[in-house]
C-alpha cells in the first residue's frame, strides 16, 4: 500500500552545460516542456498531495505550465539542495497529510509510472526511511591527476544514483537538523545520511532514466519517451 507523499523538484537552475537561452528544463520535447512529463506523471498518482516547484527568482517560463491544484511554484534557492531545502521547509508548512517525502530532477523526464509505483509501494513495505534508484556501474573508472590517469576505481559495489530519491518526512528532518554539511556542496538529499546511522535502501532502476545535461540528451530522451509512447 503506497502511502500519502509530496513531491520536490527543483527548477532554479540554469544549466550552464546545456548551452541553451532557456533553463533546460523549460525546453521541448514534442510539444511538452521537458519538466512537464514529471508533473503530469506526479499528478495522476492520486496518493500524491502536492508538488512543490522551487523556480528561480526572475523565472518567468514557468508561468506556461498549465495550472493544476497539487502545483506549488516557490522562489528556490542559490543551489539545488538550497531549492529542495525550501521546497521541504514550504511543504512543512502547508497543511497537508503525509508520510514521505519524493525528490526528482526535472530534467529526468524519462522516469515511468509502473517504476514510480514500485519505488512507492516497496519503500512503505519495508522498514527503511530513506531509497534512493541507482543503477551499478559497468564502465571502468579511473582516477586523474592533472589529465593523467593514476589508478583504476573498482567498479564492485559502486551505483551510479539516480531519482527519484524517497524519505520519511521525519528521517529528512532528522537529517538536515543533525548535518553540518553546506548544502551548497550536496549533489543528492541520500548524501544527507552519509554520516547518519540511518541506512539508505537502494533500488536498482532503470538505464534509461537519464538525466538531460547536454544538448545530444535530448534525441535519446526523445527516442525513449516516443517507445515509451508518451510523445
Known sequence: MISPFVAILPSAGSGTRFNSDKPKQYCSIGDKMIIEFSLEL????????AVCIPVSKNDLYHNEIQDHPKFHFIEGGASRAESVKKGFDFLDSENLTYNNILIHDPVRPCVTKTEL???????????FQALILAVPVSDTLKLSKNNCIKSTIS???VWRALTPQLFTKEALKNA????????RNLTDEAS???????????MQGSSENIKITFQEDL???KNILFNQKRI
Open 42 to 49: 506526479l499528478a495522476e498518482v492520486d496518493e500524491c498531495q
Open 117 to 127: 509505483r514500485r519505488m512507492l509501494g516497496d519503500f512503505c513495505d519495508s522498514e
Open 155 to 157: 567498479r564492485e559495489n
Open 176 to 183: 538536515y537538523n543533525l548535518n553540518s554539511q553546506d548544502l
Open 192 to 202: 544527507l545520511f552519509d554520516d547518519l546511522d540511518e541506512e539508505v535502501m537502494i
Open 219 to 221: 534525441t535519446l530522451a
